[in-house]
């Protein structure tokens, strides 16, 4: 544990008593943003709330899934969206998930082959966010026209922020993504050796992948999630409902834990701990330097003036990046809606309120005397305070 920590500890959790288990199991997928359960883990955080979290790192989003479906996994780094798929048991077994806490803000990248970076940059592709977009409108009308196959792009899992993402800022450029291109699943670690070897021509995925595809001189960035949606939603804790409900002090005792390493990570002087920790095999595997640029927003880039530092390239605190925003439920159900994966007759509000869980939140962290927000929804775009949304779009969620 951190020196710091030590004059904070408690020595248990609040006046409801205990946890009902000391153990908890949590599944990872290899990302920055499993750096709150990480550092919960190895630096005291969820001992100090006597807990002992046991980490497991999984190949894929599926896999994280089944095993939280079927109780081999009691919580988890889990894709938004995915919890609002399985509680809907959309293109799996039903499983009523909720979202207690969201474990960071941003961390994406949009990242393509580096010849179509090049057709890109001959097409336009500029400063602004969606020039990207544009560029690409550009080279799939000349392919189109040239009688070649369409590109492929890969996206983390169906029901992700990755895939909805994309998707938008295709359809902002007049790129229609179920026709005029092909998207295909793959998991994270996999994305880089599927650009290499030209069986995608680019991806949407989360830190650290773009860097390490640019750092093995096979990609380049076109631009970060964090210029696309200003603050926008990523992973949450995953957990099922049926869980929560009969080990409530427990997941108290690990929303504290786990906003408590978030607010640890996020420090600047953290930095290199944290990326030294995640790079062990069995987390991240990669090079600790690349996870630490990560971290600051200096993302490499291949082309004379293609590095980006994005400071807000991914958050794991401020903002209140950890707060489960109703908001970023009811958007993604939206996008499910708007993609065709579920009927349009789906109560967005309802669902919304059912699956994100920020009563939770705030009796967990009610001593942790935190500043918390007093409302459930939020707009988004466009305006300093509001942040970009989608160059600038305006989205009112109209719940609440």
Known sequence: MPDSLEDKVWGGTDAGGAPEVSTVHAGIIPLLDCAPLVVAAEFGFAEKYNLRLEISREQSWASIRDKVTIGHLDCAHMLGPMVIASTLG?????????????????????????????????????????????????????????????????????????????????????????????????????????????????????????????????????????????????????????????????????????????????????RRAVAETLAAPHYLGIAAPILAQAMAGDLPGRAPGGAVNDPDFITFFRDDATFPWRSHAAWFTEQMIRWRQIDQDTDICALAEQVYRPDIYRDAVRPLGLAVPDGDWKPEGTGPSRGRFFGDAVYDPECG
């Open 90 to 270: 959309i293109g799996h077994v039903r499983t009523p998930l909720i979202a207690p806490m969201a474990l960071g803000l941003n961390g994406n990248a949009i990242t393509v082959s580096n010849d179509l970076h090049d057709r890109l940059i001959a097409a336009g592709l500029g400063g602004d966010v969606l020039s990207g977009a544009r560029a690409l409108k550009a080279v799939i009308d000349a392919d189109r026209a040239a009688g070649r196959p369409p590109l492929t792009f890969g996206v983390v899992f169906p029901f992700s922020a990755h895939n909805y993402e994309l998707r938008g800022w295709l359809a902002a450029a007049g790129i229609n993504p179920d026709f005029d291109l092909r998207l295909v699943v793959i998991p994270p670690p996999l994305m880089v050796a599927n650009l290499d070897q030209g069986l995608i021509d680019g991806f949407c995925v989360g830190a650290p992948w773009n860097a390490v595809a640019v750092e093995a001189g096979v990609g380049e960035i076109v631009t970060t999630k964090s210029r696309i949606w200003h603050n926008g939603p990523e992973k949450v804790l995953g957990v099922r409902a049926t869980w929560a409900a009969a080990h409530p002090r427990t997941l108290n005792a690990l929303i504290r834990a786990l906003v408590e390493a978030a607010q640890w990570v996020e420090r600047p002087e953290n």
